[in-house]
Every structure is written in structure tokens, then in C-alpha cells.
């Protein structure tokens, strides 16, 4: 008898370790994957790390032009737009730079995006030229200067969200695109009201 019940425990045991309750291997579907897990992950391609190394100096030339703005223009409607740029660039800016150093990747240097070996090849980014030309005009004529140079600079920024957007694999970086696509085709919209035209066009600043 004490052998039966020996033998019957062993069985019990074996049974136990396969069941669904018991103490063996995890299913497989208890095991993360798929892109839920490898956005929690903080997983990134090549074009987030472009995105962010692109958008860095892009944003900071904007901000260099609504800082200008606060001594130069005359408006305090453009006054006031070119306040809210750089309330809304810095920040992202300072994001960016984050998850550049996060991911062992160079921020790149400098502060106004301009400048030798700048990329101002980037959509929408004003020459050394167009920025000291801006930089010497004051008044109305500022005004509507920085309105036509700053609607060209969204449109680039726009271009470079919408590709992350497509491209990218970093949720907070396609997330950060998309709310940049938003806002700045408002603020599109706002600028050439305040010219007064339906498409300025940024040629000859």
C-alpha cells in the first residue's frame, strides 16, 4: 500500500507540473512582443535619430528669429506669434537633445542652427544671408519679413515631421512629429492672414 500511494503521488506531481496552473514553463503568449513591446522598449531606427538631429538646429534657428522679433518687429500680433514659437520650440529641443544622448548619438552643437557647416541644406532653413538681412530691418518691414521667412521655415518642418511620421519607430519622436505638423500648419494659416495673402512667397529674404 505505502508503494501504491509512492507511486500515485509521483503521478499527481508529474500531472501538476504540466497543468495551467502549475509551476512550469510560461506560455508563450505570456511573453512580450510584437511593436506594443518594442515601443515601451523606447525602441529607435536610423530616421528618429535623423528626425531629432535634423529638427535640433531647424528649431533653433526659429528660435534665434522669435528672438529677434521681441526688439525688431513692430506688431504685437508678430510679437506674440514669434512668443509662442519659441515657448513651443525650446522645450522640444531640449526633448531631442534627451533621447540623442539617451541613444549614444551626437547632439548637434551650436545654437542657431546657422553658421559654418550648418545644415542649411534642411527644408526651410535660411541662409546667413537671409538671417542677417532679417537681423538689420526693423519696423513693418521686419514684420512682414520674418511672417514670409518663418511660414517657408514651418513648411520645411512640416516636410522633415511628415517623414519621421512615416519612417520613424520611436513613439515619443512620431508623437512629437505629428503634434509639430499640427501646430505649425495653424500657425501657417495665422501668418498668412496676417500678411494678408492666401501664399506668400519667401523669395527675396
Known amino acids: ?99 540623442l544622448k539617451a541613444w549614444g548619438e551626437q547632439v548637434p552643437p551650436g545654437q542657431s542652427g546657422t553658421g559654418p557647416g550648418s545644415p542649411t541644406g534642411m527644408p526651410g532653413m535660411m541662409s546667413d544671408q537671409q538671417m542677417d538681412a532679417l537681423r538689420d530691418t526693423t519696423g513693418a518691414a521686419f514684420d512682414k519679413m520674418f511672417l514670409t521667412m518663418m511660414i517657408s521655415h514651418h513648411q520645411g518642418a512640416i516636410k522633415m515631421a511628415n517623414t519621421e511620421k512615416q519612417q520613424g519607430a520611436y513613439g515619443p519622436a512620431k508623437e512629437m512629429a505629428g503634434n509639430i505638423a499640427t501646430s505649425q500648419t495653424a500657425e501657417i494659416a495665422q501668418m498668412r492672414k496676417m500678411l494678408g495673402t492666401g501664399s506668400p512667397s519667401p523669395t527675396g529674404y
Open 1 to 99: 500500500m505505502a508503494a501504491a500511494a509512492a507511486v500515485a503521488a509521483l503521478v499527481l506531481a508529474a500531472c501538476g507540473g504540466n497543468g495551467s496552473k502549475g509551476g512550469g514553463s510560461p506560455s508563450p503568449t505570456a511573453t512580450p512582443s510584437g511593436p506594443t513591446a518594442s515601443a515601451s522598449a523606447g525602441q529607435h531606427n536610423r530616421a528618429d535619430v535623423a528626425f531629432a538631429q535634423g529638427m535640433i538646429p531647424h528649431h533653433r534657428q526659429a528660435v534665434v528669429m522669435a528672438n529677434m522679433a521681441e526688439q525688431h518687429a513692430s506688431s504685437g500680433e508678430v510679437k506674440s506669434l514669434a512668443e509662442k514659437i519659441r515657448k513651443a520650440q525650446q522645450p522640444e529641443i531640449d526633448t531631442m537633445a534627451g533621447w
